[in-house]
């Protein structure tokens, strides 16, 4: 049985497996990413992760990364995420060189999109739309198994959907911006506005696990106090729902997805927000045709959803331009 090698390129670590035409991973090595050796250092490392894992079945490879990519050339459009010198360098073209295989290069969040369509939380959906909610908002946008593009390699930016017309600016210039009220991050601030503004009534639970320094509170920690009853973490959950269901009502009136999959930081507290964002959603947040067709879950793949859906990326390249019809 033929597979593919996936490598999932983050800006802390590198993460490459050997995936089965059935989305098995067969084998797995990582490392951190070596970042302060420039693009050349970190291609190097990719190319060794990629033969440590390769076999006599190994029919191409495929690369995701952050940052926007065009699929087709198999390179960065722009500066890569976090990676300085990265963008200069043809992604693809230089992982086939140094391994003799076809390769192919896709931004993390599609690629992870695809993985979750393919074998994940949203298998068999027609058209599934993910979003991670982290330091930002990624996400991407699967049509009939394909990874939707658009003409400019920004599709599935829910990060930059602007709802707040009047808002404070984001880092890419857009004004009210998602990301900057639905991320993970953007609890986290909310929390620790609510706390400097509070009397101090009920906060215990959130002191505690701040070690006495609230500034420092986090996403993680409010939702680990709200999973233990704290009404104030309960409180901030409910607050932080009205800009999430904004978001997500909105995905649903403009793509009119059957699922729509949460990954990211907050994924594994979905049980406590799905409910609140689902309330929200009830009161008009989406229109009533699209939100009844739509079903909201979190991701199943976590952090293999990269490299399987990087796997996924090449599998689909292949058989599309009939380099390989093993798989």
């Known amino acids: 049985m033929s597979n593919v090698i996936g490598i999932d390129l983050g800006g802390t670590k590198i993460l490459a497996a050997r995936v089965d035409e059935d989305g098995r991973i067969l084998a797995k090595h990582h490392r951190a990413t070596p970042v302060e050796e420039g693009g050349e250092g970190v291609m190097a490392a990719l190319a060794a992760l990629a033969a440590a894992v390769r076999d006599d079945a190994s029919v191409g490879v495929g690369v995701v990364s952050p940052g926007m990519i065009d699929a087709g050339r198999g ?60 330091t930002g908002i990624g996400g991407g946008v699967v049509m009939g198994g394909r990874i939707y593009h658009g003409v400019g390699y920004c599709s599935g930016e829910f990060g930059h959907l602007s709802i707040d017309y ?16 639905a991320s993970a991050r953007a609890l986290a601030v909310l929390g620790r506005q609510a706390l400097a503004a509070s009397d101090g ?12 320094d609230t500034r420092n509170i986090t996403s993680k920690m409010i939702c680990a106090a709200a999973r233990e009853g704290d009404a104030f973490a309960l409180g901030l959950l409910d607050k932080y729902a009205r800009p999430l269901a904004a978001v997500l009502g909105s995905v649903m009136n403009s793509y009119n997805p059957d699922r729509i999959v949460i990954g990211g930081g907050l994924c594994p507290s979905w049980d406590l927000i799905g409910p609140r964002v689902e309330k929200e959603l009830s009161e008009g947040r989406a229109l009533p045709a699209a939100r009844s067709g739509c079903t909201i879950v979190p991701a199943a793949l976590h952090e293999e959803a990269g490299v399987i859906g990087a796997a996924r990326v090449a599998m689909n390249q292949l058989r599309s331009s009939g380099i390989s019809r093993r798989l």
């Open 201 to 212: 009534t009920g906060i215990e639970k959130l002191i505690e696990l701040s070690r006495g």
């Open 75 to 134: 390179s960065f459009v722009g500066a890569a995420c976090n990676i300085p010198g990265l963008e200069k360098i043809p992604l693809a073209g230089r992982l086939a060189e140094a391994l003799g295989l076809p390769a192919f290069a896709e931004n993390d969040g599609n690629a992870a999109a695809l993985a979750e369509n393919w074998i994940g939380a949203a298998r068999g959906a027609k058209i599934c739309v993910m979003l991670t909610l982290g």
């Open 166 to 181: 009047k808002g404070p600016k984001c880092s890419c210039g857009g004004t009210g911006c998602a990301e900057l009220y």
